[in-house]
């Protein structure tokens, strides 16, 4: 590209924004050139608007530290300065979707982290390696917003995106059914252990809302557009159970899942190594070479060696103990038990997994038989957008 674009950050000071600053540095087609934030923040430079409370691991660039940063809410104002924004505001749900709604209508593309717009029905909400087809959507919310080049697309919940890879790669075999367990990290919560000294060898079992996220936001991603809106998927059927563990970065999700056809181990491999989208088809700058790896080795992967794969925007995966007992059922169900795990090391083996949901049919109790699986994998689960 010969020139670059002029990208802006809503909600610069934050976690989020933080994150955006970082991934950014020394891109080779976009350059940050406006930060935006809360009035308090505004008219400081960046670096005395953030003061202390940088949180990323590798320092602050050189390149916006003595930016002023500009106050989100003048929208004609920071619009005019970029060709398009990431928004990483703090607000409340209907302010978020007002507001990246007003940028939108400034002609200005509104790439979001938020949730707030992740069910509006002509908004897309993209893992590019999966649907990168339902931007074809913005079309339609175009002219509901009556813009010609302001839109707004959105990312999933950073803990789906760990796992949906997979369902993805594994779409022949017709996944059926899904038991989620996801083991979240604080900073999907925006914090860090110094913020939240309390999660320090802690687990709290309930995080509030993220169950109906887990369950309801796979299936949009895994829908189509009709009549100018997203229809999410009728299957698979999920049902989730959402832990915060002690993990700075990243998100576990223990799954088991049901398929009405019978996989092999060899073909569970092989439509993983060679699933790839949009973003490797184009060799997009950001994109993973290799989306998902498969690791041989019996103690790979571990977090600490393979949590950075691809600068995070990819997976390690390991499968172990492919069963069938089939013989035992009138028909063949299958259920491939996925570990992927992000930071944090978790017994393969929970006794509570032998449990049978009381939600789900008889298939799924382990005596009768099932194909059982464990993946081991690691994805940035931040924002993944294709450009």
Same mark, same amino acid.
């Given at each position: 590209m010969e020139q670059k674009?002029?990208?802006?950050?809503?909600?610069?000071?934050?976690?989020?924004?933080?994150r955006f600053i970082s991934l950014l540095e020394n891109h080779p087609w976009f350059e940050i050139t406006t930060l935006a934030a809360?009035?308090?923040? =505004?008219?400081?430079?960046?670096?005395?608007?953030?003061? =202390?409370?940088?949180?990323?691991e590798t320092p602050m660039p050189?390149?916006?530290?003595?930016?002023?940063?500009?106050?989100?809410?003048?929208?004609?104002?920071?619009?005019?300065?970029? !060709?398009?924004v990431f928004s990483a505001v703090n607000m409340t749900k209907d302010e978020i979707k007002a507001i990246e709604e007003e940028y939108a209508k400034t002609e200005t593309p509104v790439v979001s982290n938020n949730s707030a717009h992740r069910w509006t029905p002509d908004v897309p909400m993209v893992v590019p390696e999966i649907n990168p087809e339902h931007f074809d959507v913005i079309e339609h919310q175009r002219k509901r917003l009556g813009t010609k080049r302001g839109f707004i697309a959105v990312k999933p919940n950073c803990s789906i995106q760990s796992y949906t890879p997979c369902i993805a790669a594994w779409k022949e075999f017709e996944p059926l059914e899904l038991v989620v367990t996801t083991y979240q990290a604080i900073s999907g919560a925006g914090k860090t252990f110094e913020d939240w000294p309390e999660m320090v060898e802690n687990i709290i079992p309930y995080i509030g809302g993220e169950e109906e996220k887990s369950e309801q936001?796979?299936?949009?991603?895994?829908?189509?557009?009709?009549?100018?809106e997203i229809v999410k998927s009728a299957l698979p059927k999920i049902t989730?159970?959402?832990?915060?563990?002690?993990?700075?970065?990243?998100?576990?999700?223990?799954?088991f899942i049901r398929f009405g056809k019978k996989p092999t181990k060899e073909q569970l491999i092989e439509k993983l190594v060679s699933f790839k989208g949009a973003p490797q088809e184009l060799d997009l700058p950001?994109?993973?070479?290799?989306f998902i790896q498969y690791l041989e080795d019996d103690n790979r992967p571990q977090v600490r060696l393979d949590v950075d794969y691809e600068n995070g925007m990819a997976f390690r995966v390991r499968l172990w103990n492919?069963?069938?007992?089939?013989?035992?059922?009138?028909?063949?169900?299958? =259920?491939?038990?996925?570990?992927?795990?992000?930071?944090?090391?978790? !017994?393969?083996?929970?006794?509570?997994?032998?449990?049978?949901?009381a939600s789900l049919g008889r298939s799924w109790a382990p005596h009768e038989g099932y194909e059982s699986a464990s993946v081991f994998a690691h994805d940035a689960g931040l924002l993944r957008v294709a450009f």
């Open positions: 674009l002029k990208v802006g950050i809503l909600g610069a000071t934050g976690m989020v924004g933080q809360s009035a308090r923040s =505004a008219g400081k430079t960046y670096e005395e608007a953030v003061g =202390a409370h940088w949180k990323m050189e390149s916006v530290r003595k930016m002023i940063v500009m106050n989100v809410s003048e929208v004609e104002k920071v619009a005019a300065t970029v !060709d398009f936001e796979p299936l949009r991603v895994f829908g189509h557009i009709e009549n100018g989730c159970q959402c832990v915060r563990v002690p993990v700075l970065n990243g998100h576990t999700a223990a799954v950001s994109a993973p070479k290799q492919i069963l069938f007992f089939g013989r035992r059922v009138r028909r063949l169900r299958g =259920a491939v038990r996925l570990e992927i795990r992000y930071r944090f090391h978790l !017994d393969r083996r929970r006794e509570r997994l032998n449990r049978k949901p």
